[in-house]
């Protein structure tokens, strides 16, 4: 994997015999397949991006950011009673793309962790939209800190948000300062 942004951040591939890539002639594009078992914690089979010692990268997300991916599952999220996280900074703090567990609909969700008082307080924009197996989803989470709104768009369409008074809570401690993919910081 290669962050094309401009600060062309180091993605570790967190290897294992769940993670491989193949080519999507659909996308145009080689793309990662993660094998693990849905919404179950793993210590590898995934990729990461650390922004721990970025303060450029910290400061930006802080004044409000967008994330953004395109992701398909194999089997329905449906009841499952864990989170499922796609590309997730999340520790008692953080931001992050993911579906919900059951008791709050299984939904694609952006999550990003804006306080007034610092402490951590979790600002779920719900989209309501459940995946179905075999179907892509075009996800974007937008935090606009001007306008104190956390905002959910799934192919295209807004579909919820969420008010975010105050600022963003990284996630607690340098060791959970980084952005999975297919997985959280903190083993989710």
């Not at 990284?170 to 959280?184: C, E, R």
Request: charged share 20%; no cysteine.
């Amino acid at each position: 994997a290669t962050d094309i942004s401009p600060m062309h951040m180091a993605i570790t591939t967190v290897e294992g015999t769940q993670l491989m890539t193949y080519y999507n002639k659909a996308y145009d594009r080689y793309v990662a397949h993660f094998n693990n078992t849905l919404s179950e914690g793993t210590t590898s089979s995934f990729y990461k991006i650390d922004f721990s010692k970025n303060t450029k990268f910290k400061n930006a997300l802080a004044d409000g950011h967008t994330l953004e991916a395109i992701f398909s599952m194999d089997e329905s999220g449906k009841g499952i009673t864990q989170e499922v996280k796609i590309l997730t900074a999340h520790q008692a703090g953080g931001t992050g793309l993911m579906l919900t567990i059951h008791s709050r609909g299984n939904d694609i969700t952006f999550l990003p962790n804006v306080s007034t008082t610092g402490k951590s307080v979790w600002r779920w924009a719900e989209s309501g939209v459940v995946p179905n197996p075999g179907t892509y989803y075009h996800v974007v989470g937008v935090w606009d800190k001007e306008k104190n709104v956390a905002r959910v768009y799934v192919n295209g369409k807004y579909r919820g948000s969420a008010k975010t008074e105050g600022d963003l809570v990284l996630p607690s401690g340098a060791s959970y300062q980084w952005f999975g993919i297919g997985t959280d910081p903190a083993g989710a």
